[in-house]
């Protein structure tokens, strides 16, 4: 990593440590002139950000500004990511859930299942349209993992392989008996 | 941008929405198994990051792990500068402060201030060790401006130009004093 890069990552830790702390003074004592201070400080940022991956992928600073807008958009989309795993440690780490939401919870009768399908399943190798699987079982199926790869919001002609993991979002009774289905414990759809 | 970098995109995207879509339900039917889903998912998104920007900078797996150490920080940083820029927000929206802060700011008796060194001040030339500037007067020099450049945190030898802009932190009347100082009108330290 060039000398370059890492003085410039310095500035930006600098940089941003000392916006955090004017804007806190900013609020503290309702100074506006700190807080605009604040706010074009980041157009600083932005140009630090620029010149430094300017340096580190050694680019010209048009192109610069163009891989800065996949990054950006790399980076977003994993932090939604990060807040779903976020969401799930909720669940995981039996955290006690808010009176309200125990609420919203009671007043739900959809519920959502993982299933894998079996070779003997009366599912395998068909279609989820030519089963008619929505509107004969009240199922919806929102995804589908096949060996490492998922397949999202699956369409009517899409087929289902045997070992083929669902997620289906239904009623309890519903859910219950996608489970009995993918087994191949039912045979009537 | 290569159809590769399209590709990955677009699966990074579905993802972090699946993800998502899992997180929620996850949390509403309290199912383990679906959040457990929702963690493993996490280590795709960080493979796809990966093999995106391969493609992206057009280098190794090993090079784009590095890579993406130093865009993770720079936005990280970013994301504090953000949240300082936010904040500012509130005193230049002119936004109603809730009493418990009201209640921490009539305590304080700190204040802030933004001032310009006019070459007329006494503090032209001279640094700030050599005037025991901070003993002397109660104020703390967090940062000076510097034309577009800015000393953060500044040192003892740290010699003020005339122009220099000054945020300081001190009492009230520290903060008045200082201005004073700055413009010169008051010769006295």
Same mark, same amino acid.
């Given at each position: 990593?060039?000398?370059?890069? /890492? ?8 940089? @941003? ?14 100074? !506006?002139?700190?807080? =605009? ?23 010209? !600073? $048009?192109? &610069? =500004? ?12 994993? @932090?939604?990511? *990060? ?11 039996? !955290?006690?859930?808010? %009176? ?10 959809? @519920? ?7 070779? +003997?399943?009366? *599912? ?7 089963? =008619?699987?929505? &509107? +004969? ?7 589908? /993992? $096949?060996? $490492?790869?998922?397949?999202?919001? %699956?369409?009517?002609? #899409?087929?289902?392989? %045997?070992?083929? #993991?669902?997620?289906?979002?239904? @009623?309890?009774?519903?859910?219950? $008996?996608?489970? !009995? ?9």
């Amino acid at each position: 990593m060039g000398s370059n890069v /890492k003085e410039l990552l310095e500035e930006l830790k600098n940089l @941003s440590e000392l916006m955090l702390d004017l804007a806190y003074s900013a609020v503290f004592f309702k100074n !506006k002139d700190i807080a =605009k201070e604040v706010v074009v400080l980041f157009d600083e940022i932005e140009e630090l950000e620029e010149e430094l991956y300017m340096h580190l992928f050694a680019v010209s !600073k $048009r192109m &610069s =500004k163009k891989l800065i807008s996949v990054i950006e958009l790399v980076e977003t989309l994993k @932090s939604v990511a *990060m807040a779903a795993k976020n969401l799930s440690g909720i669940v995981l780490d039996d !955290k006690i859930l808010h %009176p309200i939401i125990r609420d919203v919870l009671k007043e739900s009768d959809e @519920s959502i299942t993982k299933t894998k399908i079996s070779k +003997n399943s009366v *599912m395998t190798d068909k279609t989820l349209g030519g089963m =008619k699987f929505r &509107s +004969n079982t009240g199922i919806d199926v929102i995804a589908i /993992k $096949r060996g $490492r790869r998922w397949i999202f919001d %699956p369409k009517k002609n #899409t087929k289902i392989h %045997p070992e083929d #993991t669902l997620i289906a979002v239904g @009623s309890v009774e519903s859910c219950e $008996r996608m489970v !009995k289905i993918a087994s191949g414990k039912q045979t009537e759809i």
